[in-house]
């Protein structure tokens, strides 16, 4: 499995962004899927997963209320919809996606920058 990210950007505070994280290879083998980030200087942490049927979806208490994942998987795409930006989400948002048992190891993707500027 392949993923890509897209949408990251410069933006102020309490502006928006979409991020899109498209998969490719293997997608019928993904479990779940969700989204990280790494701020400089720290640990990477997870923002938001959602199932493979998007049925079921938690999140960091830090984004709560602020942003939404979510999946199409007839385009084998997932999003994350981030509202009410503060300068401390500031990082780069990493893909990754949960592959099953057998099909070889769990897969991210290259990352795409955030920046919220005050």
């Known amino acids: 499995v392949q993923l890509v990210e897209s949408g990251g950007g410069l933006v102020q505070a309490g502006g928006s962004l979409r991020l899109s994280c498209a998969a490719s290879g293997s997608t019928f083998s993904i479990k779940a899927m969700g989204w990280y980030r790494q701020a400089p200087g720290k640990q990477r942490e997870l923002v938001a997963a959602i199932t493979s049927g998007g049925d079921s979806t938690n999140y960091a208490d830090s984004v709560k209320g602020r942003f939404t994942i979510s999946r199409d998987n007839a385009k084998n795409t997932m999003y994350l919809q981030m509202n009410s930006l503060k300068p401390e989400d500031t990082a780069v948002y990493y893909c990754?996606?949960?592959?099953?048992?057998?099909?070889?190891?769990?897969?991210w993707g290259q990352g795409t920058l955030v920046t919220v500027s005050s």
């Open positions: 990754n996606a949960r592959i099953q048992l057998g099909w070889g190891p769990d897969a």
